[in-house]
């Protein structure tokens, strides 16, 4: 059943209303035989009946399964009536069961401005629907200019993602359909950012409430969290007010951490700074330590850096220089570094004199840098001793077991 129906000869009219918002009795079609009305939506015959209640609406005598207002829940047929009747009570003119020109809506009951414009549709949605299909229909509305609310029953998956209100019927007579949820007041005390600030819903008449919603009283506001709902512009403006005073202390926050990063990062590159320097002042220190070793050796301290790497690539191990040793043909001792509770190992000799060679250790290894330094011990050895010719020009290492040349 719906409210609506279309005569021959007086066009649209409105059971709601006492002249069927064209200026008619409700007499002149109530059990009328040879009047022929039809149904806006399907426009099959339909017939102007009053129910056992009193209401005055429209029936089809055999209902089809397509149109969607003769199947229509009586659930739904009150809670359109009672929202074009709360929307008329505030001093609004509303019409039940409006379609737009182009057909992609059709409104409940729409709701017209002062220059009788179409502003703002409420609809009873207790049917099933998801977020986006209330967001699409939504939209819909907004490209004709109109607002919609949405009215339920009970919580829906959809009631956040749109402007909407949960609504109870009265459990007696005399009582006003209720708002119990979807419209918000917005606590916030003491004024500053220590203060507890919250949203929480309200229960108002219906009446009341669409009367807010028309007359701007209340406006849809979305949260930081995406729900929408509706509440004053008061409240609106302190929840930005709010929203500001965070946004700001965040900003405050933000400025301090990225301060504080950047110190960090100055003290860091300081210290890289310094710490470059002092491996700078030790590595020349080093060279000046091994100035006698580099004469002896006869070799470019330029190049001690390079060799340096490959004896510990060589190695295999965190190795350092001790001093030239006069027992081992004033060549430079090589070390392992010594773990935790251990003892430094000699793991070499650099470039020892060939003629201190005799009775040389033959596990302890030898290190020089060219082919040169090469053939001077291939000359002095007396027995067998293992050689490393670690060149520093082209970056090659070569491994020798050398034993006397008899003669």
């Known amino acids: 059943m719906g409210y609506t129906a279309l005569h021959p000869s007086w066009g649209r009219l409105d059971a709601s209303v006492n002249d069927l918002g064209c200026g008619q009795s409700w007499e002149g079609i109530h059990r009328v035989r040879q009047v022929v009305l039809t149904c806006p939506e399907c426009g099959g015959r339909v017939f102007a009946r009053v129910s056992l209640y009193g209401l005055r609406h429209f029936y089809h005598q055999v209902r089809p399964q397509d149109c969607m207002l003769a199947n229509e829940s009586p659930e739904h047929h009150l809670l359109k009536l009672e929202l074009a009747l709360a929307a008329r009570a505030s001093g609004w ?124 009283q209340a406006l849809p506001y979305t949260s930081a969290n995406g729900s929408v709902s509706w509440t004053a512009p008061a409240y609106i403006t302190l929840a930005l007010e709010r929203a500001r005073l965070e946004a700001e202390a965040e900003h405050v926050q933000h400025v301090r951490a990225e301060e504080k990063l950047r110190q960090a990062r100055e003290e860091r590159r300081r210290q890289a700074l310094a710490r470059a320097a002092e491996l700078e002042q030790e590595r020349q220190a080093e060279l000046e330590r091994l100035a006698g070793f580099f004469r002896h050796a006869r070799m470019d301290a330029a190049l001690w850096e390079k060799f340096t790497q490959m004896v510990r690539s060589v190695s295999g191990k965190n190795v350092f220089y001790g001093e030239q040793s006069p027992r081992h043909g004033n060549g430079l001792l090589v070390y392992t570094r010594p773990r935790p509770g251990q003892r430094q190992r000699l793991a070499g000799v650099v470039c020892p004199d060939p003629r201190a060679l005799r009775g040389w250790d033959p596990d302890l290894t030898i290190l020089v840098p060219t082919p040169a330094w090469l053939s001077w011990i291939q000359a002095g050895v007396t027995s067998p001793v293992k050689v490393a010719v670690l060149n520093p020009l082209t970056g090659r290492t070569i491994f020798h077991r050398e034993s006397p040349t008899s003669t």
């Open 93 to 216: 003119h509303a019409e039940l069961e409006v379609s737009s020109q182009s057909g992609d809506w059709r409104a409940d009951v729409l709701v017209y401005d002062v220059q009788g414009r179409p502003f703002m549709a409420l609809e009873a949605q207790l049917s099933p629907q998801t977020p986006d299909e209330a967001r699409i229909r939504t939209d819909r509305y907004a490209r004709d200019g109109v607002g919609v609310c949405w009215f339920a029953l009970t919580g829906q998956p959809w009631q956040r993602s749109v402007p909407s209100l949960l609504v109870r019927s009265p459990t007696e007579r005399g009582e006003p359909w209720v708002v119990w949820q979807g419209m918000r007041r917005y606590d916030w005390a003491p004024r500053t950012l220590r203060g507890k600030a919250k949203w929480s819903h309200i229960a108002r008449p219906l009446g009341e409430v669409t009367g807010w919603i028309l007359g701007g």
